[in-house]
């Protein structure tokens, strides 16, 4: 199993939008509908903000949204706040019980 | 309200052996899928795999077979991670995690424990 492949980092400004991506192989990302984005600010428990693909959980804000295509899935934030200013990481079913993790992004706001 | 609470940072020389514990409550023990997640300093977050609490049994990911052990006590409602033969490259915070109660493995990990620092040095 294969690390995702995510960019090592990412910006933009307070109020943007800003997408990240997360491509893996048709045997995780493209195999199913099992993608998993987590929130982690430095020394802080990683926080899921979005599973199967698209889905929040509870307390997240809708400015988090994802999506998927294929062999690549995507996380949107819009308006940025700064806050928003973390790691990210995306993470896929793999089959049989297992999961692998992406690189991880870390995401400045300006 | 699930809780997952993890034993304390530990220092250990190489070769030797460690065993984090990670107490879960808020609902029924046997209704957590335990997963266990490595980070290495500056590093990304790993999957090492997961222990059914229903059954006992334990699924690794590769690179963690080994001299990493996946255990529980449902008296006490704790899963353990033991890892054997410590180099310096195991020095990374360990995470345990699960989905909400009875909820699919598929669904992500929506709890986490605070982390267990594991620092390998002679």
């Known amino acids: 199993q294969s690390a995702l492949t995510q960019p090592p980092s990412a910006s933009g400004s307070p109020g943007q939008s800003v997408t990240i991506s997360c491509t893996g192989t048709s045997s995780d990302v493209g195999g199913y509908n099992y993608v998993s984005w987590y929130q982690q600010h430095p020394g802080k428990a990683p926080k899921l903000m979005i599973y199967?693909?698209?889905k929040r959980p509870s307390g997240v804000p809708d400015r988090f949204s994802g999506s998927k295509s294929g062999n690549t899935a995507s996380l949107t934030v819009s308006g940025l706040q700064a806050e928003d200013e973390a790691d990210y990481y995306c993470s896929s079913y793999a089959g049989r019980n297992y999961w692998v993790f992406g690189g991880g992004t870390k995401f400045t706001v300006l | 309200q699930v809780q997952l609470v993890q034993s304390g940072s530990e220092l250990k020389k190489p070769g030797a052996s460690v065993k984090i514990s990670c107490k879960a409550s808020?609902?029924?023990?046997?209704?957590?899928?335990m997963n266990w997640v490595r980070q290495a300093p500056g590093q990304g977050l790993e999957w090492m795999g997961w222990?059914?609490?229903?059954?006992?049994?334990?699924t690794y990911a590769q690179g963690f077979t080994g001299r990493f052990v996946f255990s529980l006590d449902t008296s006490v409602s704790t899963a353990y991670l033991q890892i054997s033969s410590l180099k310096a490259e195991d020095t990374a915070v360990y995470y345990c995690?699960?989905?909400?109660?009875?909820?699919?493995?598929?669904?992500?990990?929506?709890?986490w424990g605070q982390g267990a620092l594991v620092t390998v040095s002679s």
């Open positions: 222990i059914n609490t229903n059954t006992g049994n334990p």
């Open positions: 995690a699960t989905p909400p109660p009875d909820a699919s493995l598929v669904q992500g990990f929506d709890y």
């Open positions: 199967e693909v698209s």
């Open positions: 808020g609902n029924t023990f046997t209704s957590y899928a």
